[in-house]
């Protein structure tokens, strides 16, 4: 985790070694019981970097509430993943959205650069933080029939992998490895890969990712 360079010296075991940061933009304070989690959007040197969430216990400081901070993770792999904002919507821990981040505006733009990520589930509890697609999303988004994945994304679909695992490939991005249980998310220049491990990675590019393995695709269906 990055530290604000004032504050370099008050920072304990569980963030030592980690990036640097001169502004903590954007904190979101969740918490669960005793268990809690403080997001936070490392900017430095006016470059925008990854976003962690810093877990742990809630403890009685004097009559003020001080977080025990356990594990600092990093909350999206990918490299888009911005300034999430959480809320407490009655359902199993909280409803999260990020701000899938652009270089400039969009042609003809205005006033705006960038989108938001689909609804997410961020849990807090004693294993750690997990941050997995909204149940809601896939109940409710229209799709069409499924089709094996293979070759060049559609620039709308879901890509469900099976237990033979797939991966993502992209020309300037690397390769990504799905295991089983992995759902990707296709939406335009934006791709969400949900892994069963609870970290997603959100990207960003205008060139279509590949896919290659073991795995189902589902247009999403246009209005």
Known sequence: MGLPRRLAARRGPAVAGSGPADVWECPQLAV??????????LHDDGVL?????????????????????????????GDAFYAPQIADDG?????????????????????????????RRLTVDPSGVRLELDLAVGETLPLGPACAAEGELPPAAVVEVGPGEAVLVHPELGARPMPEGTRAVVDGDVLEVYRPDGVPATFRHPVAWQVRGDAELRPVLRP
């Open 32 to 41: 669960e019981g005793e268990r809690a989690a403080l997001l936070l959007s």
């Open 91 to 119: 359902g199993e821990g909280w409803w999260l959205m990020g701000w899938v981040r652009e270089d400039g505006q969009q042609p003809g733009g205005r006033d705006q650069a960038g989108c938001l990520t689909l609804p």
């Open 49 to 77: 970097g990854d976003v962690v969430a810093c877990a742990g216990r809630l403890v009685d400081d004097d009559g003020r509430p001080r977080l025990e901070v356990e594990d600092v993770g990093v909350l999206d792999r």
